[in-house]
């Protein structure tokens, strides 16, 4: 069976440190990866997917960059944190031939505080 | 506009009675329809999904969702709700290759 990994869990980063989250999924090939961000109260804002090694789409302009440097590990980066990053931090996998035609499955997610 | 629109930001139900959260959609075409329930600092867990088969649909944990296409909605029911059913659920849309997230129910159970 399909499983996603989240490391860590909760993360509390000064203002102005860089950030690494990272993301793996077993169990499957080529599968499509998201990390999505949840702030306090809100719903869950789409920040990057991948279809592919090397392939990252961005959609939203942010602070924060993603990689996929193998098949199924997926992460996001930041060289400069702002206190506005902070937030519940999802990666999400799917297996649909287009990225947003069937069900995402998500991981445990990160709790990230700025201060 | 808003592809996938939720009523009730909060929910609030004793427990044993019905559970009833609101999805509505935006589109002439019927999309694939998800629900997602998320327990406190967890990932989103899905609970059921409607791909133009049967109109209602049954999930995991007793709950059940029904497409109406006149009313362009995906209402989650449960007959009968359990403490256990306290957290927050969203409806989500694949729709013109994107996906929506609603913007989330909390639902609340009393004992």
């Known amino acids: 069976s399909q499983t996603i990994h989240q490391w860590p869990a909760t993360l509390v980063q000064p203002v102005g440190s860089p950030l690494s989250l990272e993301c793996t999924v077993e169990g499957t090939s080529n599968p499509n990866l998201y990390w999505y961000r949840q702030a306090a109260g809100r719903g869950l804002q789409l920040l990057f997917y991948s279809v592919g090694i090397g392939q990252i789409s961005s959609e939203v302009p942010q602070n924060l960059s993603a990689s996929r440097p193998q098949d199924r590990q997926f992460i996001l980066s930041s060289k400069k944190l702002l206190l506005s990053d902070s937030g519940f931090y999802l990666c999400?996998?799917?297996?649909?031939?287009?990225?947003?035609?069937?069900?995402?499955?998500f991981g445990p997610g990160t709790r990230l505080t700025v201060l | 506009a808003q592809s996938v629109t939720q009523l009730g930001s909060h929910v609030s139900v004793s427990e044993g009675a019905l559970v009833l959260l609101r999805c509505n959609y935006s589109s002439s075409v019927p999309p694939y329809l998800f629900w997602y329930v998320q327990y406190p600092n967890q990932g989103l867990q899905l609970l059921l999904k409607?791909?133009?088969?049967?109109?209602l649909v049954k999930g995991i944990n007793g709950f059940e969702a029904e497409f109406k296409k006149s009313e362009t909605s995906f209402h989650l029911t449960k007959p009968s709700a359990h403490m256990s059913d306290a957290a927050e659920y969203f409806c989500a849309v694949s729709l013109h290759n994107q996906f929506y997230f609603g913007t989330g129910t909390s639902l609340t159970v009393i004992p």
């Open positions: 409607y791909t133009s088969a049967a109109t």
């Open positions: 999400a996998w799917s297996v649909a031939a287009s990225p947003f035609t069937d069900t995402q499955y």
